[in-house]
């Protein structure tokens, strides 16, 4: 069940069905970051929590990580969302959207979008199969 139930809330967003197949999240007692895809640039990490938390990693190639400060997060379910542009190109529809003068162009970035939470205990990342069923959004847990 609790498995279940993180996957709901660890779903991948993506544009691109075959490229948001090759991130997934890793959760290390010190840090969160990603493994898999290529081609990222101009990825945003955000990462909101208990006590009005709020932390954003980026990376202009690539895509970031983010490391635990030092045991002083408060313990408690945080909530991530990475947004990226891939290397896919996707042809613009409207002629207004593309750009002035010597930056114009027939084309955009394909987006990507993933979200999901994790859990800190005692100031580090508990491990997805460690989390405690029951776990939902709610920072205050």
């Known amino acids: ?3 279940a139930l993180l996957s709901i809330f660890s779903v991948i967003f993506a544009s691109g069905a ?3 197949a090759d991130v997934e999240p890793r ?6 970051s990603f493994s ?10 955000t990462i909101l929590g208990p006590d009005d938390f709020e932390a954003v990693e980026t990376a202009s190639r690539g895509l970031p990580v983010f490391r635990v400060r030092g045991g002083r997060m408060r313990d408690g379910f945080y909530q991530y969302t990475l947004s990226a542009a891939t290397d896919e190109k996707i042809k613009i529809k409207k002629p207004i959207d593309n750009g002035r003068g010597g930056d114009a162009r027939d084309y955009t970035l394909k987006p990507f979008h993933m979200s999901g939470i994790f859990e800190v205990s005692r100031g580090t990342i508990v491990p997805l199969k460690e989390t405690k069923s ?4 709610d920072g205050t847990e």
Do not use: E, W
């Open 134 to 137: 029951g776990a939902d959004l």
């Open 36 to 45: 898999g895809g290529l081609g990222f640039t101009n990825a945003t990490l």
């Open 27 to 32: 959760l290390q007692a010190g840090a969160l």
């Open 18 to 20: 075959a490229l948001a």
């Open 1 to 3: 069940m609790k498995q």
